[in-house]
C-alpha cells in the first residue's frame, strides 16, 4: 500500500501556467510512491470541484471573496513603516478589525480550510508545497505549528518571497518566511534563490536548502496552425505575463519593435493585462498595426503556438534571484530567442549562454544600434533550428528526468527516517 502525500499547488490543469509546468515532473516522480492528494485553486465553475486524473485526487477550491482578501491583506500589513499619521491610523483600524476576523473560521483563506479539512481526515507521510504563491506554505506551516500534523514537509520555492519584492527589511514579510523555513524539513530553491541566501539572513537555514533547477526543458515539437499568424510574415512571439512592471517592463522592446518593417508581425501573448496598460503599451507603440495582442490563450496551446513560430522574444526578469521558466520552454522549442535584459547579473542570460541560436540584448544600449542588430539576427536565423548535438548538449545540462529523480530520491529517504 502506498504512503499518502498532500501537495499544495497554485494553478493546475485545466489552468495551468508555466510554473505548473516547472512542478509537473516533480508530481509525476511523487505519484509514483505515494498517493497524491492535490490542492489547487479553482479560476471557474469550470472544473470539478473534486476529481480523480491517475493516482492523483484533485481538490479544487473556490477563489477568495474579493471583500474578505483586501481586508486580509491588512492581516499581513506592517505597521512599522512610515506613513502619514492619518493613514497610519486607518490602517491601524482596519488591521485590528482584520486581527478580529481571523477568530472566525469564514474569514479564513479558502485553502488553508480545504488544507485543514484534509489533514482532518487522512493520515499523511509527506506534505508537499510549492511557492509559486507564497500563501501555500504559509498556510501549511501554520497547521504544522498548530500541529494539524506531523509528517515531513518539504516547500519549493519557484519564486522567491521576500526578495521578490526587494522587501527583506519589511520586518512581517521576513518573519512569515522565516517561520516556514523552520518549520519544513527540506526546502527546495532555484539555483538563484540558493546563490543569495548563502549571503543574507535565511543562511542560518543553509543545511534544509537544497538547489533545484527547473525541470521543464523537454525538446518539444507539435505541427500547429495558427489563426493568429499572420501569412507571408515573419511571425516573433513574446509569451508571458506582465502584471509589474518592477519585474518585467515590455516598454524597450514595444519601442523597438515599432521600428521593425512590414515585414515582421510581433505577437504579445499576455493574460490578464489590464486595460490601463493596454491603453500605456498602445501609445508606445503608436498603435502599431504589426504589433498585436493576443488573450485569453491556455497554456496548452500557447506551447504549440511557441513550437511553431519564427522567432522567439523573452523579457527577463528585474530581479537577480527569479528565474523565468519560460526560458526552458522557449530552449525545448530549439528556435532562435532574443533575450532582452536590463540588470548585469541576469539570471536568463545565465541559461541562454549556452544555447547556440539566442541574441543578448542589453535594454541599456542605444536602442537603434539595437534594432539593427536584431534585424540581422531575425533575417539570418529566422526558422532556424538548434543541431541534435546542440540539444543532446542542453539535455546533458537540465535533464528532468535525473534532476526530479534525485530530489524525490532524497525526500523519500527524509520520510522513511521516521517509518
Not at 502525500?5 to 510554473?19: E, R, T, V
Not at 544600449?365 to 531575425?378: G, K, Q, R, T, Y
Request: net charge positive.
Amino acid at each position: 500500500m502506498k504512503k499518502k502525500c498532500l501537495f499544495a499547488l497554485y494553478a493546475f490543469d485545466p489552468f495551468a501556467n508555466a510554473n505548473t509546468n516547472v512542478a509537473l515532473p516533480l508530481l509525476n516522480e511523487l505519484i509514483k510512491f505515494y498517493d497524491v492528494d492535490l490542492v489547487t485553486l479553482n479560476n471557474n465553475n469550470s472544473a470539478p470541484v473534486k476529481e480523480k486524473l491517475g493516482n492523483i485526487n484533485i481538490y479544487r477550491y473556490k477563489k477568495q471573496n474579493k471583500f474578505l482578501e483586501k481586508i486580509q491583506v491588512l492581516y499581513y500589513l506592517d505597521l512599522t513603516k512610515k506613513r502619514p499619521l492619518k493613514t497610519q491610523a486607518l490602517l491601524a483600524v482596519g488591521k485590528a478589525i482584520s486581527v478580529f476576523l481571523h477568530i472566525f473560521p469564514f474569514f479564513k483563506h479558502p485553502e488553508y480550510r480545504e488544507l485543514k479539512r484534509l489533514l482532518a481526515q487522512n493520515q499523511y507521510s509527506l506534505i508537499f508545497s510549492t511557492c509559486e504563491s507564497f500563501l501555500s506554505c504559509w498556510h501549511l506551516s501554520i497547521l504544522k505549528k498548530k500541529r494539524y500534523f506531523n509528517a515531513k514537509f518539504v516547500v519549493y520555492f519557484m519564486d522567491p518571497f521576500c526578495l521578490y519584492y526587494k522587501n527583506l527589511d519589511c520586518k512581517k514579510y521576513y518573519v512569515m518566511e522565516q517561520n516556514v523555513y523552520e518549520l519544513s524539513d527540506l526546502v527546495l530553491m532555484t539555483n538563484e534563490i540558493y546563490r543569495q541566501n548563502l549571503k543574507n539572513q535565511f543562511s542560518v537555514f543553509i543545511d534544509k536548502m537544497r538547489p533545484f533547477s527547473f525541470c521543464n526543458y523537454k525538446p518539444y515539437y507539435e505541427e500547429f496552425e495558427w489563426d493568429g499568424f499572420v501569412k507571408d510574415k515573419i511571425n516573433v512571439v513574446y509569451a508571458g505575463s506582465l502584471i509589474s512592471e518592477s519585474v518585467r517592463d515590455p516598454s524597450y522592446f514595444l519601442r523597438l519593435a515599432a521600428r521593425f518593417p512590414d515585414n515582421i508581425a510581433v505577437h504579445m501573448i499576455c493574460n490578464n493585462i489590464s486595460q490601463e496598460k493596454k491603453e500605456k503599451y498602445f501609445k508606445i507603440t503608436n498603435i502599431n498595426k504589426n504589433i498585436f495582442w493576443h488573450e485569453n490563450i491556455s497554456f496548452q496551446k500557447c506551447r504549440k503556438i511557441l513550437c511553431n513560430s519564427a522567432i522567439l522574444v523573452n523579457l527577463s526578469n528585474r530581479i537577480s534571484n527569479q528565474t523565468p521558466s519560460k526560458v526552458f520552454d522557449y530552449m525545448s522549442t530549439g528556435l532562435p530567442i532574443i533575450n532582452f535584459y536590463s540588470i548585469e547579473d541576469d539570471c536568463s542570460n545565465a541559461y541562454l549562454k549556452y544555447y547556440p541560436l539566442s541574441l543578448l540584448i542589453n535594454e541599456r544600449d542605444d536602442i537603434e544600434a539595437n534594432a539593427s542588430v536584431i534585424l540581422s539576427f531575425v533575417e539570418n536565423e529566422c526558422k532556424k533550428h538548434i543541431s541534435k548535438q546542440a540539444e543532446d548538449s542542453l539535455h546533458h545540462l537540465f535533464d528532468s528526468q535525473r534532476l526530479v529523480y534525485n530530489i524525490v530520491h532524497d525526500v523519500n529517504e527524509l520520510v522513511d527516517t521516521d517509518e
